[in-house]
């Protein structure tokens, strides 16, 4: 796997869940995987931007967050910190 700073990607989906009966209308929710943050920098930085300003409701944060676990956390914490969502 590489780096954060080698891709961002941003894939919009409208999904709809009739069994719910429309108790979430309009909700954004936004999955984030596969960070491999390694620092604090320009692609984390822009990462930050992209999500926060999709003003999303839900955020949800699945896959490898560093890349080798040693001396990386302080830059992952500081990076999820960041990030805003209405709901968590």
Do not use: W
Request: with cysteine.
């Amino acid at each position: 796997m590489k780096p954060l700073d080698c891709r961002i990607g941003l894939e919009r989906l409208t999904l709809g869940f009739p069994n719910f009966n429309g108790i979430f209308p309009g909700l954004k929710l936004i999955h984030l995987s596969d960070l491999h943050i390694s620092s604090y920098g320009s692609p984390e930085k822009k990462l930050v931007r992209l999500v926060n300003r999709e003003d999303p409701d839900v955020i949800c944060i699945t896959g490898d967050l560093v890349v080798n676990y040693r001396n990386e956390f302080d830059a992952c914490i500081r990076t999820l910190q960041e990030l805003k969502a209405r709901c968590g």
